[in-house]
Structure formats: structure tokens, C-alpha cells
């Protein structure tokens, strides 16, 4: 009895471990096909997706031109959020000719001579500093175009990214490069020659004049802040806006007397600017008037005006009796005329443009001063 039941037993066991063994080969064997057809469907998407690859065409296989068009179309702040995407598109992005249209359009209006000759001279002030200090290394490393870091550009429009990528992000720009100078005017950080109209704000003693400041400007509020000669009421004012700056005029310095070469043609109702300062220690600003008729002259066909050795210079921003209506000067012998109780007028200049008067007329008070 007991040699039947070892025999059993003997059966039983060795049958369980056939079973294990046919089980575990069956698994191996199950999990070898999966792997392999795993690895195999892998490899061929992978070449599927190469292949995908190969026929897609990246922005910079495009020819030149055709990318240079399309640059063109950009705006400022997203050509420079392409310099973020590539070193290639960054050295595009930064060329002057995608630039040049860029600043004509916005700052085009105010970048006069003046203007222009001291962004020239503030870029030629950094390239020295810049050029001394690398001298004084004992390996200089610099090109020929030294590039600065523009971190960050605030005026940036926020729908594009830029401003996402972290606090190490950096733009960079030659000095002497368009994309460099646009970048300092709209943030504010270059003060430039211009002149204002109406100065602090209509003051009603600044009415219908315009004078020489250093202004920035202010991208938050769209407007300028602007920085007036020492001598005045106020030395600086805020919030001034597009419509009441013009270039800087690089022909006539503010305590320069302006050449009047056009005395012997004005005729009664042409317009004209006349320098106008209170003190000789002030510095000219530019006052609008009116040609007027002298005071023996009813206007009518007879006028004989035009021929006279005096000619009448008028205001019309001030009532008829007040003693700032009206002046008279001196077409061949005029130089600066006036005291100290009056004022003491300048140069003289006729505007010859339409666009020139009504800029002025824009400026016209609601009521006449006293």
C-alpha cells in the first residue's frame, strides 16, 4: 500500500513540474513575439516619421527672398520674437533693411537731423568706452560690430511669447545697428532734440509757441516726457503727446537769432513763425502769427503793404487791445528788436506749407488771451 502511494505521489509531482515547465516556456515564448513585434512596429514608425520629416520644409529652406518677404510683413515685436527661435533667424531678424521701415514709420516724424546726429554721436560715445575697455584685457575678444543685450524689451506686446522664457532670456543687437535704436526709443531710455508745442500743456503764457526740449518717450502712456531749458517756469513736463512735437530745427540753435531771408516777400495774411524770448538770457522759442496790414492801410485794393519798409507782424491768439496783438519790424534792418518789459523778437521764417498751418490751426485756444 505504501509503494502505491509513493508512486502516485511521484506522478503527481513530476506532472506538476512539466506543467510549470510548459507554462513558463509558453510565457517566454509569448513575451519574445510580443518584444520583437514591439520593436519592429517602433522601427518602422520610426521610419515612417523620418521619412514624414524629410518631406517637410522648415521655414529656412525657403530661398532669400521669399524669406525676406515674409519678414517684412512682420511687426517689431514679432520679428523680435523670431531672434528667439534660432540663432539663423536671429541674425535675419536683426538686419537693418527689415528695420529701417520699422523706424520711418513710427519715429520717422521726429528723427530730424538733430535727432539723428546725437543718436550717432551717443552710439560713437559707447563704441569708444567699449573699444578702451577691451584694449585694457590681455586677450581682447571683440568683432568688428560690437552687440548689446537687450534684456529685456519691455515694449514688447505680451502675445507673442517673448516675455515667457524666463528671466535669462536676452535679445541681442549690434550698437550701431537700426534694431539697437528703435529698441532705445520706444523704451524710453534715449533723450532726443525735438520742440513742443504749447509748452506745459497750454499754459496760457506758451500759447501758440514752440520751444526746444529733450524728450523720451514713454510706451505705457503712448506720449513723452520732455526736459526744457533751465531758464523758464518749469523745467521738465509729462504726458506730452505725438500731436504737439516736431523735429528738432539743426539749422537754428534756441539762443541762435535765425537768418530772416524772407522779410522783403511777406505780404499781409501770410503766415509765419518769429523767435520770441523774454530776457536775453532765456532761450528763443517760436511764436505763430499773421502778416497784418499797417495801421494806415484799410486792407482794400490800394494796399500797398507788401512795398512798405515796416512790415506788421500780428498774434491773433490775443485780444485786439492787448499789447502782445501786434508788432511791427523792419525788413531791411531788422536784427532782434525789443526791452525788457516787452520781450525781444527775433528771426523770422514763412511757413510755405499747408500742412505747417494747420498744425498751428489744431493749436488754436477756445477763446482770444489777454
Request: glycine share 6%.
Amino acid at each position: 500500500m505504501e509503494k502505491q502511494y509513493l508512486t502516485f505521489l511521484s506522478f503527481c509531482f513530476s506532472n506538476t513540474i512539466c506543467g510549470l515547465l510548459i507554462v513558463s516556456w509558453l510565457a517566454r515564448s509569448i513575451i519574445r513575439n510580443g518584444l520583437i513585434r514591439t520593436l519592429a512596429w517602433r522601427k518602422e514608425r520610426k521610419k515612417k516619421k523620418n521619412q514624414e520629416d524629410k518631406n517637410k520644409m522648415s521655414l529656412l529652406d525657403l530661398p532669400d527672398l521669399t524669406l525676406d518677404c515674409i519678414l517684412e510683413k512682420l511687426s517689431p515685436s514679432e520679428l523680435c520674437a523670431m531672434t528667439c527661435v534660432c540663432s539663423e533667424l536671429r541674425d535675419k531678424c536683426v538686419s537693418d533693411h527689415l528695420w529701417e521701415k520699422h523706424m520711418e514709420k513710427k519715429w520717422g516724424r521726429l528723427m530730424g537731423d538733430a535727432a539723428t546726429q546725437e543718436w550717432k554721436s551717443h552710439v560713437a560715445t559707447i563704441m569708444r568706452c567699449l573699444r578702451s575697455s577691451s584694449s585694457r584685457k590681455s586677450k581682447p575678444n571683440w568683432s568688428s560690430r560690437f552687440v548689446a543685450s537687450l534684456k529685456p524689451f519691455a515694449w514688447l506686446s505680451s502675445n507673442h511669447g517673448c516675455e515667457n522664457r524666463g528671466s535669462s532670456s536676452t535679445y541681442l543687437a549690434p550698437i550701431d545697428s537700426v534694431m539697437y535704436w528703435y529698441s532705445n526709443l520706444e523704451n524710453g531710455k534715449f533723450w532726443f532734440p525735438a520742440q513742443v508745442y504749447n509748452r506745459e500743456n497750454g499754459h496760457v503764457g506758451f500759447m501758440m509757441s514752440c520751444y526746444d526740449a529733450k524728450i523720451r518717450y514713454d510706451f505705457k502712456t503712448d506720449t513723452f516726457q520732455a526736459r526744457y531749458s533751465a531758464h523758464g517756469r518749469r523745467a521738465a513736463e509729462e504726458k506730452v503727446t505725438w500731436q504737439r512735437l516736431r523735429p528738432s530745427q539743426d539749422d537754428t540753435k534756441s539762443r541762435d537769432l535765425h537768418v530772416s531771408d524772407c522779410l522783403h516777400g511777406l505780404r499781409p495774411g501770410d503766415h509765419f513763425e518769429i523767435q520770441w524770448r523774454r530776457t536775453k538770457e532765456f532761450p528763443y522759442g517760436w511764436w505763430f502769427g499773421i502778416v497784418g496790414h499797417l495801421q494806415n492801410c484799410d486792407g482794400g485794393e490800394n494796399c500797398r503793404c507788401h512795398s512798405d519798409e515796416n512790415v506788421v507782424m500780428e498774434f491773433r491768439q490775443f485780444r485786439q487791445e492787448s499789447p502782445w496783438r501786434r508788432t511791427v519790424i523792419n525788413r531791411k534792418e531788422h536784427r532782434e528788436t525789443g526791452d525788457e518789459e516787452n520781450g525781444f523778437y527775433g528771426g523770422v521764417k514763412k511757413l510755405g506749407t499747408e500742412e505747417e498751418i494747420s498744425t498751428w490751426k489744431r493749436l488754436w485756444p477756445s477763446q482770444a488771451l489777454e
